[in-house]
Every structure is written in C-alpha cells, then in structure tokens.
T-cell receptor, first 113, second 117 residues
C-alpha cells in the first residue's frame, strides 16, 4: 500500500519570500508523484508531476519539485510567492502499475502581504 | 474545452435523508472518478468507472452509497440514508483512459459541498 505524509498542515509566508512544502511518501512499488493545488471553493488542479527522468520537475505558476528516491520525498518549492498562491496544496502518489491516486492530507499555504 | 461539471454546488440535508450528486466529465474522457474530501483531509477515492464499468469501488460504503454511469458519460452518486459523517465535499474527476502516465491526467470538477445536519 502507498501513503503520503505532508508534515506541515499550515505554512504562512510573506509575499515575495521563498517557500518549500514538504512531502514524503511510502510505497513498496514504483510510483508516480504529483502536486495538486486547490483554490478556495474550487476543484483540484495539477501543478506538476514526476513520471521518470530528471528528478527536478517544473510546473505551472513558477513551482518546481524535486524527487529524492533515497529520502522518498517530493518537496515543492517556489522562489518568490504571490498573494494569489494562497491555497491548499496536495501531494499525491500513484503506483506505476495501475491507476489509483493516493492524496496526502494537504498543506494550507497562506501568503501574507 | 469545457471542464468537468458538477451539480449542485451546495446541498444541506438532515440525517437519514437521501441526496444525489451529478457529474458530467470532459467530453471523450473514458474514466470517471468520485472522491470524498472531508474537511482538513485529502480526497479519498470512492469509486472509479472505465466507460460504464466499475474499476474500483473498494472504498465505497455500499450500504448507503451507490453510483452509476449508465451510458458511459455522465454519472450520479447517491447517498441513502445520509449520516452526519457524510458531510464533505464530493469531487468528480475524469481522465482520458487507464494508466497514470502523461496521457492520463485527472481533471477535477468544482465539487459539491454536502452538509448533513
């Protein structure tokens, strides 16, 4: 079975400061990794995904994430956040062998003006 | 391209009542998912359809929840009777087909927020 841990339930950060949202996963099989964003009263939107190849993945809105297999981590980063980045961020994993996505509990990012 | 549509957006009912949610996926998407998102948690898969067949319903509480996708297009999720713990946002998502590679990104609807009193 797979599981996802997001260590920080809430992350406040000042506007234009850098941010890192942490994600660790557990799996006995190979997985794909995802980050989704959920703005208030909206559905989830895919930010980026790691399937294979380069461990540094770039996504939309200036976000990037790095896959670290030895540490089973997939942390999300942005060098300079904006007010509009205030949202809930979900890390997710999916076994490569079948179609099922397991979501973490989410991290609430609040950008302070 | 139109996104995933869901209705209603909000629903308030009393416990033991029944409720139904509707989802219309992106045109041409074969796979449809229903998720339950309880406040403060990530989405949990309830049921997954491939066309009009069920692929995975292992986490669907079948004593009170049911779902159908009769013509392989839109879908309905029903709860009967509702319990207080069913209060959550119910998300529908669709994707082009089986597998989780680049061709199978899940696209989510805005969700239906259910409050059970």
């Amino acid at each position: 079975a797979q599981s996802v841990t997001q260590l920080d339930s809430q992350v406040p950060v000042f506007e234009e400061a850098p941010v890192e949202l942490r994600c660790n996963y557990s799996s006995s099989v190979s997985v794909y990794l995802f980050w989704y964003v959920q703005y208030p009263n909206q559905g989830l939107q895919l930010l980026l995904k790691y399937l294979s190849g380069s461990t540094l993945v770039k996504g939309i809105n200036g976000f990037e994430a790095e896959f670290n297999k030895s540490q089973t981590s997939f942390h999300l980063r942005k060098p300079s956040v904006h007010i509009s980045d205030t949202a809930e961020y979900f890390c997710a994993v999916s076994p490569t062998s079948y179609d099922k996505v397991i979501f973490g509990p989410g991290t609430s990012l609040s950008v302070i003006p | 391209e139109a996104g995933v549509a869901q209705s209603p957006r909000y629903k308030i009912i009393e416990k033991r009542q029944s409720v139904a949610f509707w989802c219309n996926p992106i045109s041409g998407h074969a796979t449809l998912y229903w998720y339950q998102q309880i406040l403060g948690q990530g989405p949990k898969l309830l049921i997954q359809f491939q066309n009009n067949g069920v692929v995975d319903d292992s986490q669907l509480p079948k004593d009170r929840f049911s779902a159908e996708r009769l013509k392989g297009v839109d879908s309905t999720l029903k709860i009967q009777p509702a319990k207080l713990e069913d209060s959550a946002v119910y998300l529908c998502a669709s994707s082009s087909g089986l597998g989780t590679g680049a061709q199978n990104t899940q696209y989510f609807g805005p969700g239906t927020r259910l409050t059970v009193l």
